[in-house]
T-cell receptor, first 114, second 115 residues
Framework: AQSVTQLGSHVSVSEGALVLLRCNYSSSVPPYLFWYVQYPNQGLQLLLKYTSAATLVKGINGFEAEFKKSETSFHLTKPSAHMSDAAEYFCAVSLYTGFQKLVFGTGTRLLVSP | DTAVSQTPKYLVTQMGNDKSIKCEQNLGHDTMYWYKQDSKKFLKIMFSYNNKELIINETVPNRFSPKSPDKAHLNLHINSLELGDSAVYFC??????????????FGSGTRLTVV
């Protein structure tokens, strides 16, 4: 079955530092992969998605992710963190069981300190 | 214009009551979903409707009953509310039941608190 694992429930960085949020997937077929962001008391917003085109995917707010089949990973990065990036980040995979549905990882809270 | 809107945003109610949450999308999408986010932020799909037809029904107590009067609306009715039902419920939509590659659009959520 397809699923995603997010390593680290919390990640702390300083403003201006590199952001790296980890996501590994398990899938027997090429997956569709997504990163969503949830700001406090808000819904989920799509950051970026991988749908078997380019392996390096650029998203909104300066984020990008690289699909690495050999490592079954889809890590999210941003070169320089801003205070406004503090939020909960979710990795998700499209699971097919007759119909497609998005299955989410457990989330990683990004904390950004001045 | 809000793409996926949910009402109410907050709902506080007593155990044993019956309540409903409403969702509407103006994106022209065919498929809508209900997700539950628990206190640990874990998101789990509950139901999905495609053009008014139920297509995904996860292991959810039958106290939860979704209804879709048309493809732009998906409501969630909960009977005999329990403390464990306290969570944030998100509505979402997508272009089609097998078009997840386009991603889902989520509403801002309904925070349900059962006391």
């Amino acid at each position: 079955a397809q699923s995603v694992t997010q390593l680290g429930s919390h990640v702390s960085v300083s403003e201006g530092a590199l952001v790296l949020l980890r996501c590994n997937y398990s899938s027997s077929v090429p997956p569709y992969l997504f990163w969503y962001v949830q700001y406090p008391n808000q819904g989920l917003q799509l950051l970026l998605k991988y749908t078997s085109a380019a392996t390096l995917v650029k998203g909104i707010n300066g984020f990008e992710a690289e699909f690495k089949k050999s490592e079954t990973s889809f890590h999210l990065t941003k070169p320089s963190a801003h205070m406004s990036d503090a939020a909960e980040y979710f990795c998700a995979v499209s699971l097919y069981t007759g119909f497609q549905k998005l299955v989410f990882g457990t989330g990683t809270r990004l904390l950004v300190s001045p | 214009d809000t793409a996926v809107s949910q009402t109410p945003k907050y709902l506080v109610t007593q155990m044993g009551n019956d309540k409903s949450i409403k969702c509407e999308q103006n994106l022209g999408h065919d498929t809508m979903y209900w997700y539950k986010q628990d206190s640990k932020k874990f998101l789990k799909i509950m139901f999905s409707y495609n053009n008014k037809e139920l297509i995904i029904n996860e292991t959810v107590p039958n106290r939860f009953s979704p209804k879709s009067p048309d493809k732009a609306h998906l409501n969630l009715h909960i009977n005999s509310l329990e403390l464990g039902d306290s969570a944030v419920y998100f509505c979402a939509s997508s272009q089609g039941p097998n078009k997840a590659n386009y991603g889902y659009t989520f509403g801002s959520g309904t925070r349900l608190t059962v006391v």
